[in-house]
């Protein structure tokens, strides 16, 4: 019986995780786990962390073979990025089916999500090496501009994390079932 529970809650899991990363995929999710790569192709910004990269461009006044090369990274971002959320909405339409199914195609569902995930990561790797592209034609003055972008932008998310751990640990404090703290020991 026990094997049974095992069993049923392994499936249930497995069913949700997938649908989890089904609706995950979608650009309007916050960019959290395994597909916070996709993030980094979202509306106007570049990958790498890079934040607002049409400020950027401005900053890096190129010349017209590096601003061929910028355009042609923009256009492979937007044309991959609009790949992935039709991937992703396949992928959620094959679940929302799924789930009217007396019986579960667990392989089928894994199947699926293993295809869209390999198929996002061909387009997450297009995108990237059209920003290397980019990357690779600027002088050292310009790859200085953009490392501290990067850096910045680094900068900023750590504190986010920081805040965001932070608040969670207070929030935990006050937790039913939470640990209490121990008082210090009497001298």
């Known amino acids: 019986m026990r094997k049974l529970k095992i069993a049923a809650a392994s499936a249930v ?86 789930k009217d199914q007396k019986i579960l195609d667990l392989a089928g569902m894994r199947a699926a999500r293993e295809k869209e995930f390999d198929q996002n990561r061909q387009l997450r790797s297009q995108t990237e090496d059209a920003w290397l592209n980019v990357y690779n034609g600027l002088d050292d003055g310009q790859k200085t501009l953009v490392s501290s972008a990067i850096k910045a932008r680094w900068a900023k998310m750590k504190d986010w994390h ?22 210090p020991a009497a001298q």
Request: net charge positive.
């Open 162 to 183: 920081d805040k965001a751990m932070q608040h969670r640990q207070q929030m935990h404090k006050g937790a039913p079932g939470a640990p209490a703290a121990t008082p």
């Open 13 to 98: 899991l497995v069913a949700t995780s997938m649908f989890g990363l089904a609706h995950a995929a979608d650009a309007t999710a916050p960019a959290t786990g395994p597909q916070a790569a996709m993030h980094h192709m979202r509306g106007g910004h570049g990958p790498w962390g890079l934040g607002d990269i049409k400020k950027l461009h401005d900053q890096l006044k190129l010349n017209p073979q590096q601003e061929q090369a910028w355009q042609q990274a923009v256009a492979t971002s937007k044309q991959n990025h609009d790949a992935m959320r039709q991937n992703g909405q396949q992928l959620r339409q094959s679940m929302m089916q799924a």
